[in-house]
């Protein structure tokens, strides 16, 4: 028996090469054509199992992550708006002169929204089926962020005869200023005057 040795050996075939196809979109499909194939350096053997396997995944992840961002989107709206017909809006500002009690300043900012304001159309039948029983209040005070932290919510809550409060909200606001004169016999610590601002929201 004859050997050519002049026949080079048979060399393996090389291992398949991947090179970073173009990018697509999450909710299309892949699909393999003869334009795209050329970003995809192996065999031709291997498109079809690929596109069978990763096409029909595609839809499906797209789904998913829409579901998922409109209940998210959803979830974060209804607790930020609370169900409420909203009439009118109240606003008033508070003091503490003496003895720096926020709570102070905010109850009477509240009471200044509220006193100066008649609200005949929960009595008075001018919304058909609506009375001071379905009175609704959301309630923002613009409170100095070093004083927040003392401040007694519910105190200020009480400052509203009727009405429920669905919603309760401190933002950074109101000021701190000189009262000019520190009075120990008042309760004074220092000569701070303390500032509050309230938004009353009224509805149904």
Do not use: W
Not at 44 to 55: C, E, F, Q, W, Y
Not at 79 to 104: C, N, R, W
Not at 132 to 141: A, E, S, V, W
């Amino acid at each position: 028996m004859s050997v050519d040795l002049a026949s080079p050996s048979p060399s393996p075939s090389p291992s398949p090469t991947l090179v970073p196809p173009p990018l697509y979109s999450h909710n299309r499909p892949l699909v393999l054509t003869p334009k795209n194939r050329r970003y995809l350096n192996f065999p031709r053997s291997l498109h079809a199992t690929i596109k069978n396997t990763v096409s029909p995944l595609l839809p499906m992840a797209a789904a998913s992550s829409t579901a998922a961002t409109e209940e998210e989107v959803k979830g974060t709206a209804d607790e930020a708006i609370p169900l409420m017909k909203l009439l009118f809006v109240e606003m008033g500002v508070g003091y503490d002169q003496h003895g720096q009690d926020i709570t102070s300043a905010a109850m009477r900012a509240c009471r200044d929204a509220i006193t100066s304001n008649s609200i005949p159309a929960f009595r008075g039948g001018s919304i058909p089926g609506v009375t001071t029983d379905h009175m609704k209040l959301q309630i923002t005070l613009g409170v100095p962020r070093s004083t927040q932290q003392f401040l007694d919510i519910e105190r200020v809550k009480s400052v509203f005869p009727y009405g429920q409060i669905i919603k309760f909200e401190v933002v950074d606001g109101g000021m701190i200023c000189s009262s000019g004169v520190c009075l120990e016999a008042m309760g004074d610590k220092n000569d701070d005057c303390y500032v509050v601002n309230a938004a009353v929201y009224v509805g149904y």
